[in-house]
């Protein structure tokens, strides 16, 4: 059984920074795309940064320059370092990832349960 966990969301004042991590457990063989989402109230979730697994990432306009995404294959992790938060950075965070459980399985998507981010003053 294969699950994400996320950690390191909280409230954080405008300005501020937060680090939110992501570790995958269970029976893995193969990791493809990892990444975050966000899901603010009253709105559909979106693509917040997600990194490949050689490294390249791609990042939504609305936090480039901000948020930095990273992954540690051994670890099977990954983090977004998110600094000069703004209120509309104001979400549920999920940790989401591609991977293939067995070998011959094709990649399936798997999420984290979420953690919430609230930046306010």
């Known amino acids: 059984q294969v699950q994400l966990v996320e950690s390191g969301g909280g409230l954080v004042q405008p300005g501020g920074s937060l680090r939110l991590s992501c570790v995958a457990s269970?029976?893995?063989?193969?990791?493809?795309?990892m990444g975050w989402y966000r899901q603010a109230p009253g709105k559909v979730r979106e693509l917040v940064a997600h990194?490949?697994?050689?490294?390249?990432?791609y990042y939504a306009d609305s936090v480039k320059g901000r948020f930095t995404i990273s992954r540690d294959n051994a670890k099977k992790t990954v983090a977004l370092q998110m600094n000069s938060l703004i209120p509309e950075d104001t979400a549920v965070y999920y940790c989401?990832?591609?991977?293939?459980?067995?070998?011959?399985?094709?990649?399936?998507?798997?999420w984290g349960q979420g953690t919430q981010v609230t930046v306010s003053s």
């Open positions: 269970g029976t893995i063989f193969s990791m493809n795309v």
């Open positions: 989401n990832a591609d991977l293939a459980p067995l070998p011959g399985m094709r990649f399936l998507a798997y």
């Open positions: 990194i490949t697994s050689g490294g390249s990432a």
